[in-house]
């Protein structure tokens, strides 16, 4: 059970706050998650009376749950949430802020902070934080959430590292990766562990390659201006799909304990090979959607004419060929992709087993976890075709939903919260994770920096473009 605790959410008003953490926040009381005089305290740079922030949540939860909510839990709900306004021209706002939240009378001095706020005012927050002696433990824990990104680069994650240091141990800095908190990323390691049938096979010796994939049928909508400074490539690969192939390729760890699992993905992350110069054309490939159709959407515009800037760089889709240099994945390349409007949306982790038999032609053999939409594993054969003809082959599919009715439905960050509320890191990323996937990804993004040719262009709504198989290894190979 949770420690009696505050919660203080930097950017309240913001999006992620209205979409996830406070319906979130209001799941998590309704199951009894939440202990009885846990506070949450929004912080917002807009002032709002007590009464208007409560009409704000009662409006973000009526939008989030369309069939109602109880009533009786919103009372309790709303008891527990404060709203204070940190005015960005008040200098003396982190002094105010800080006497309002050291009344131990009212919060309790077990402290989280979840900055989900501009990622320049990451370091800003801790400093003042540590300014106004918010972060000495001497009262309670103090742990501190930080949204993604961190950094925009390896240098940058590394100063940002240096200044939070300077006031928090690494046990209390909860960088987060939200793919972390889905229950169907968490189920990889179990299923490739607890299932002897798979760990046999999980090498070099049977697999072909491996793809990960995440493709949504979504634009980059309002957020043009931070898509635009950021692209695809560290939007997703760097972060999420980087992750989902962690999982999937480290070692089996000591124990399943939050630092044995984060030692294992540092080793995998450490170990994939840096892509040399000369091969980045075939290592790595970007695209921008073009105007198009999508499905339930109708027509819709290209990339650079909602940016209304035909000179952008901007990949709206990358795909990276990967090989991790250990003996258990030598040889078998591992390709990500990422795209915004594509056909259809979905996330999964298919793995390609060799052909083994040369009496039968082009045997397809795969073994896929499907994150989202629907969390299921599916097996697909090479089979023969009932009939006369001996060589007709097709594929069988065994596909086994991971949920059944009655499962609990729990959104990634409702798991995250908790777990920054428990003092448990394990499905939160390690400062040396971070520094692995800046180091993979800037040598790329510096490369297509460099290059300033126009952009592949797709048309919204089709598939991967022809021109991303350039990063296969083996012309059998194709995107599933
Ligand atoms: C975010 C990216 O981290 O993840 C978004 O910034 C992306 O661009 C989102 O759409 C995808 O998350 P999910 O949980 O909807 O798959």
């Known amino acids: 059970m949770i420690e009696n605790s505050t919660l203080v959410l930097f950017g309240a008003k913001g999006n992620l706050s209205r979409v996830k953490l ?28 007590q009464g208007e922030w ?28 404060l709203y204070h306004a940190n005015l960005p021209d008040d200098p003396d706002a982190f002094k105010k802020f800080a006497s309002r939240l050291k009344e131990s009378n009212k919060f309790a001095q077990n ?80 299923t490739r562990f607890a299932n002897s049938i798979l760990e046999p096979l999980w090498n070099n010796e049977h697999i072909d390659h491996i ?3 995440n493709h949504e049928m979504l634009g980059v909508g309002d957020r043009t201006t931070f898509y635009d400074a950021t692209g695809a490539l560290r939007d997703m690969i760097q972060s999420h799909l980087l992750q989902m192939m962690a999982l999937t390729t480290m070692e089996k760890p000591e124990s399943f304990s939050p630092n044995h699992i984060r030692d294992e993905k540092i080793k995998l992350l450490e170990s994939i090979r840096p892509i040399k110069d000369g091969e980045f054309s075939s290592h790595a490939f970007r695209a921008q959607y073009a105007a198009g159709e999508i499905h339930g959407e109708g027509k819709v515009n290209g990339y650079l004419s909602e940016l209304e800037n035909e000179d952008s760089i901007t990949e709206t889709y990358a ?59 599916t097996i697909v054969l090479t089979t023969k075709t009932p009939g006369l003809d001996d060589q007709e082959l097709r594929l069988t599919k065994l596909e086994g939903s991971n949920r059944i009715d009655g499962d609990e439905s729990i959104d990634a960050y409702e798991i995250l919260m908790l777990d920054l509320l428990n003092g448990n890191q394990s499905r ?19 490369y297509w920096t460099q290059n300033k040719e126009k952009l592949h262009q797709y048309i919204s709504g089709s598939a991967d473009p022809e021109s991303s198989k350039v990063i296969f290894e083996d012309p059998s190979q194709f995107w599933r």
């Not at 409560?54 to 527990?80: H, P």
């Not at 001497?138 to 940058?156: A, C, D, M, Q």
């Not at 999964?348 to 082009?362: A, E, H, M, P």
Request: glycine share 6%; charged share 25%.
């Open 22 to 49: 406070i319906p979130g926040l209001f799941h998590l009381d309704e199951s009894g998650q939440l202990p009885e005089g846990m506070k949450i305290l929004s912080v917002g740079r807009q002032s709002s009376t």
């Open 54 to 81: 409560e009409n704000e949540i009662k409006s973000m939860l009526d939008k989030k749950f369309k069939k109602g909510y109880c009533k009786e839990t919103f009372k309790k709900f709303i008891a527990r949430n």
């Open 111 to 190: 402290l989280a902070f979840f900055l989900s706020v501009r990622p320049t005012d990451f370091a800003l927050i801790v400093d003042q934080l540590a300014d106004e002696n918010l972060l000495d433990q001497s009262s309670g824990w103090k742990r501190v959430l930080i949204e993604k990104p961190f950094g925009t680069n390896l240098e940058s994650a590394i100063q940002l590292q240096q200044s939070i240091a300077k006031h928090l141990n690494e046990d209390q800095i909860y960088r987060i990766d939200h793919y972390l908190g889905k229950s169907a990323l968490q189920n990889i390691l179990v």
């Open 211 to 213: 793809q990960i994939t």
């Open 319 to 377: 795909a990276v060929k990967i090989f991790i240099d250990n003996p258990r994945w030598k040889g078998v390349p591992i390709y990500l992709r990422t795209a915004k409007r594509l056909h259809e949306s979905g996330t999964n982790i298919s793995v390609k087993f060799k052909n083994t038999c040369s009496l039968i032609g082009d045997s397809n053999n795969w073994f896929i976890f499907n994150i989202q939409p629907g969390e299921s594993s």
């Open 428 to 446: 939160f990323l390690h400062i040396d994770e971070v520094k692995a996937q800046w180091s993979f990804v800037d040598p790329i993004i510096n």
